[in-house]
């Protein structure tokens, strides 16, 4: 049974072309199911819509004004599935993506750079925040995605790891020879302590690793940001406590020194974050498979 839509279709390619047998070859119908549809779309309306004369057919005044409105919805409704393809083939869009400023700069820049150089018509919105306020805003639907401290404890989130990094102790000249050999947790919380803000997930994995072993810590500086860590800790305000694959340049360039522990802190990761009850968008799944797929790249 034809449908009322496409009832308006062969309304609208009739009432352009002014033929019941053009409009027939332009639709590929027959001529005879042309005209029954729209004796059909008449008697549902109970209407007449055409003049039918022997050089053709013409809209009435009722049917011009029809056909006014019907043109502009199908023309919409055409540009609609238009711009659903070029949602399908990613020519247009906006990807979301929640992450920290650190995440971004030594983890996130060459997945962006690479997803960009395969698909550059695809915006990028980028929000900052810690990893707690990034999965509160990936469930209010502010982002797709987040690229986040782990772990994570929330049944909600799909957490995909991507990369794993290994807290450490570094400090400046001052120090290096009060921790040259190899220290313990307690010798390390004796001395003046540097860390990033307690809402951190870095910092509360730490921190909830050292009380686990009954080791309880009173920085001297507590701090926002990844790089005044290692900033404090290279003129001397402390012992900070960094990300040993985010530090490296200060590290390589004898800026920091690694504080040798008698026992390593567990390695944890950087991984992307989702809904589980939000399908991913087309351009949200083709950036975590870039991620997955390319080798990972620390700055």
């Known amino acids: ?136 805003i990936l469930k209010s639907g502010e982002v797709d995605i987040a690229i986040c401290n782990f772990p994570i404890a929330d049944s909600t989130l799909e957490l995909r790891p991507c990369i794993d990094i290994h807290d450490i102790f570094v400090c400046g000249e001052k120090y290096k020879d009060i921790v040259s050999g190899p220290v313990s947790l307690d010798q390390v919380v004796q001395l003046p302590l540097i860390f990033l803000e307690k809402k951190s997930n870095s910092r509360r994995y730490v921190e909830d690793y050292m009380m686990s072993k009954g080791i309880k810590i009173s920085p001297e500086f507590e701090l926002g940001s990844h790089d005044l860590l290692l900033e404090f800790a290279k003129i001397n305000l402390g012992i900070a406590c960094v990300t040993k694959e985010f530090s490296q340049e200060y590290l390589n360039k004898g800026l920091l020194y690694e504080v040798q522990l008698n026992e390593e802190i567990p390695k944890r990761s950087i991984g992307v974050c989702f809904l589980k009850s939000v399908p991913l968008s087309l351009a949200s799944t083709k950036f975590v498979e870039i991620i997955e797929d390319i080798p990972k790249v620390i700055f």
């Open 1 to 136: 049974m034809i449908s009322k839509l496409d009832l308006y279709k062969v309304f609208c390619k009739v009432g352009k072309s002014e033929s019941f047998s053009k409009a027939a070859r332009d639709l590929y119908m027959t001529q005879p199911a042309v005209s029954q549809a729209i004796m059909q779309l008449e008697r549902e309306l109970d209407i007449r819509l055409f003049n039918r004369t022997p050089k053709g057919v013409s809209l009435t005044n009722e049917g011009k004004l029809l056909f006014e409105y019907v043109n502009s919805a199908i023309n919409l409704i055409d540009v609609g599935e238009e711009k659903i393809l070029e949602f399908k083939n990613l020519t247009v869009g906006e990807l979301k993506i929640g992450v920290g400023d650190t995440i971004s700069r030594y983890f996130l820049l060459p997945y962006l750079e690479a997803f960009h150089n395969k698909y550059p018509n695809i915006k990028f919105k980028i929000i900052n925040g810690t990893t707690l306020e990034l999965c509160s």
